[in-house]
């Protein structure tokens, strides 16, 4: 079962580390298990329903305010959506900089 790893949250899985909004395929028990700990969403596959078929947690529902976020959390959101963090940036300019990714 493919899911994806819920904020603020990372998940292990055969010594690998996942981070929040990252994507991978797990056995069908380890994920009902991550599900019911509301650590994972299902992802949906080509072969899923239509989106207004399927109840889909909506992205900014499940992303932490990024004032309230630690310094790592913050650069592993700016990783995930592959944007370039500044040398010298400070938490303030990495707070900024989610909070423009994210629209």
Same mark, same amino acid.
């Given at each position: 079962m493919k899911v994806?790893? %819920?904020?603020?949250?990372?998940?292990?899985f055969e010594k690998t580390t996942f981070?929040?909004? =990252?994507s991978f395929d797990l056995p069908d028990? =380890?994920?009902m298990r991550l599900l019911k700990k509301n650590r994972?969403?299902?992802?949906?596959?080509?072969?899923?329903?239509?989106?207004e078929e399927t109840k889909v947690d909506s992205p900014k529902e499940d992303l %932490?305010?990024?004032?309230?976020?630690?310094? @790592? =959390?913050?650069k592993a959101e700016l990783k995930e959506r592959e944007i =370039?963090?500044?040398?010298?940036?400070?938490? @303030?300019?990495?707070i900024?900089?989610? %909070?423009k990714a994210r629209g």
């Open positions: 994806t790893v %819920k904020a603020p949250h990372s998940v292990e981070l929040p909004g =990252e028990e =380890e994920a994972v969403t299902v992802t949906a596959s080509p072969e899923a329903k239509k989106p %932490k305010d990024p004032d309230d976020m630690k310094v @790592d =959390e913050l =370039e963090i500044p040398s010298d940036a400070r938490k @303030d300019d990495l900024d900089l989610v %909070k």
